[in-house]
Structure formats: C-alpha cells, structure tokens
T-cell receptor, first 109, second 116 residues
C-alpha cells in the first residue's frame, strides 16, 4: 500500500471547520483513500473513503486533488467529540489496512 | 444493535496462561480480521478470514490461532501468553474481503489484554 504523510497534531476551535491534510504522492490508480478516526483507544471508526471524486457523507467531506497525490478531510463544524486521532490510509485490493501514526486533532472550546 | 462486538472488554492474566477473545459481527459480512494495537499505539493486522478461510496471516507467533466457527464469528486463541502480548486487540469485519479496494472495514470496541 502507498505510504501516507500526515501532520502529527492539529488544533481546531469548536464550531469551526477542521481541515486535515494527507499526502500520498505514490498512490496508484486503483488505490482508494480511506479515513478512520480513533477516539481515546476505542475501536477505529470509519469516516469516509474515495477514489477520484470528492465525497461527502453525514460525518465529513473528502477532497482529493486532481493528481490524487493528496487529500483533505473536512469536518465542517468540529465539536469536542471530534477530538481523536485521524488516520489517512491508502488501500489497494489487499485487505489489510495500514495505519500510520495519524493526526491527533484537538478541538478547543 | 452492536455491529461488531468483542468479549471480554478487559482481560488480565498471568504469563504462560492460555486465553481466548471472542468476536461476533451481525452485519452479514463475509470477512473478519484481527488487529493488534501495542503500547505505542501502532495498529497492525494479524489475521484475515473470508468465509471461515484464512486469507491473511501476517508475521504472528504460532501461539496465536484464530478460529472461525462460522462467518459471523472469529475468535482469537492465545497460548502461553507472554508479557509482550499485552496490547489492545481489535476485531473488524468487511462485506466481501475480496480484491476490491472499496471494501470498508468496521471495527469492534477492542479487548485490552494485560499479561502480568
């Protein structure tokens, strides 16, 4: 699987949009970008995934650049409950998800 | 209803013992997984089963043996527990587990194993 690079930590004010970047410059054409988060040692929670097009669901939006070498996860209105470690994962057909170190997002009141 | 459940939530045991962790999913998925998260918080896959058959077995000691009585269950048996086995173990499931990169995995709440 392609490697990803994420900032170690980020802060976001409550109510603001949280924009979490991810670089995946070695991504290949059939690899999906997945985002998961882990809140305080709970099980990883699926957020969103995409291949080429931007995606939106009830939790977040995923913006993938045209060359697919980077993406941004957007939480439109961050709440304190969104404080977590966010993992950006590039996944091929192999079914093992490779979790890196992720970005620790802290939402500040 | 809990989609992926694990029991027990906490497990404290002595070195050398044999223990099991159970996992069940009610999502109708065909594939189930076990992941290990160590003290440094790195989350790594251990096993993957598709329709009761092993499809991924990462470099895991033989003391770890997954057992799948049916496709809704994947239990993890650990023999001769060692201090280094202390970790949080997560079960997950996905719909097909086949070579489709859009196959989403859903995780259980985890089992915190402490070996004394």
């Amino acid at each position: 699987d392609a490697k990803t690079t994420q900032p170690t930590s980020m802060d976001c004010a409550e109510g603001r949009a949280a924009n979490l970047p991810c670089n995946h410059s070695t991504i290949s054409g059939n690899e999906y970008v997945y985002w998961y988060r882990q809140i305080h040692s709970q099980g990883p929670q699926y957020i969103i995934h995409g291949l080429k097009n931007n995606e939106t669901n009830e939790m977040a939006s995923l913006i993938i650049t045209e060359d697919r070498k980077s993406s941004t996860l957007i939480l439109p209105h961050a709440t304190l409950r969104d404080t977590a470690v966010y993992y950006c994962i590039v996944k091929t057909g192999a079914n093992n998800l490779f979790f890196g170190t992720g970005t620790r997002l802290t939402v500040i009141p | 209803d809990t989609a992926v459940s694990q029991t027990p939530k906490y497990l404290v045991t002595q070195m050398g013992n044999d223990k099991s962790i159970k996992c069940e999913q009610n999502l109708g998925h065909d594939t189930m997984y076990w992941y290990k998260q160590d003290s440094k918080k790195f989350l790594k896959i251990m096993f993957s089963y598709n329709n009761k058959e092993l499809i991924i077995n990462e470099t895991v000691p033989n003391r770890f043996s997954p057992k799948s009585p049916d496709k809704a269950h994947l239990n993890l048996h650990i023999n001769s527990l060692e201090l280094g086995d202390s970790a949080v173990y997560f079960c997950a499931s996905s719909l097909s587990g086949l070579a489709g990169a859009g196959d989403t995995q859903y995780f259980g709440p985890g089992t915190r194993l402490t070996v004394l």
